[in-house]
């Protein structure tokens, strides 16, 4: 059975600072890997997804690397800003449905 | 494209009444829906998978009498909260999944309800 773990549970960084959300995952027969933003109280917002066969994705100052035979990946984002602040959710597709690690909540102090 | 719509986004009902939310996907076929529940601070938890015209497979300790799922059509499944309780005010998000081509593999997610049983 699918398991997404993510590291660190919380984050609290100064605005301008690159950092990086980690997630890790034991089944490596995967499809995709999908990165989603949560703001609170509301739903989920597709940050990036990658595809079982690349090993990266850029969108604007976000980052996402795939290493399917280590189980991992990474979402880099660049010059941290206020509005980054929620909670970023890492989900592993494979044959079954996407399976969510608990996230990563982010606060990014201006 | 890729758009799924749920209704309503948010509702309160009394202990002991039924809830039903809707699902929609817009601007595709979805041949698989997926119900997933958010506690407060917690991650989504798969409830059950439904496809098109057949009964909807439940994960384990989700009691299928309680959440009622009918996925009638490729653009619509419906959660039925029965005779809700308190513990089950949550945020239910629903997901779909198209039947071929570039909506074949990935979910698309509807923006979430919010149930407060009172």
């Known amino acids: 059975k699918q398991e997404v773990t993510q590291i660190p549970a919380a984050l609290s960084v100064p605005e301008g600072e690159n950092l990086v959300l980690n997630c890790s995952f034991t089944d490596s027969a995967i499809y995709n890997l999908q990165w989603f933003r949560q703001d609170p109280g509301k739903g989920l917002t597709s940050l990036l997804l990658?595809?079982?066969?690349?090993r990266e994705q850029t969108s604007g100052r976000l980052n996402a690397s795939l290493d399917k035979s280590s189980g991992r990946s990474t979402l880099y984002i660049a010059a941290s800003q206020p509005g980054d602040s929620a909670t970023y959710l890492c989900?592993?597709?494979?044959?079954?449905?996407?399976?969510f690690g608990k996230g990563t909540r982010l606060s990014v102090i201006a | 494209g890729a758009v799924v719509s749920q209704h309503p986004s948010r509702v309160i009902c009394k202990s002991g009444t039924s809830v039903k939310i809707e699902c929609r996907s817009l601007d595709f076929q979805a041949t698989t829906m997926f119900w997933y529940r958010q506690f407060p601070k917690k991650s989504l938890m798969l409830m059950a998978t439904?496809?098109?015209?057949?009964?909807?497979?439940?994960e384990q300790g989700v009691e299928k009498d309680k959440f009622l799922i009918n996925h009638a059509s490729l653009t619509l499944s419906t959660l039925t909260v029965t005779s809700a309780h308190p513990e089950d005010s949550s945020f239910y998000i629903c997901s779909a999944r198209g039947t071929s081509g570039s909506f074949s593999y990935e979910q698309y997610f509807g923006p979430g309800t919010r149930l407060t049983v009172t």
């Open positions: 990658i595809q079982s066969s690349q």
């Open positions: 989900a592993a597709q494979g044959n079954t449905p996407l399976v």
């Open positions: 439904s496809n098109e015209g057949s009964k909807a497979t439940y």
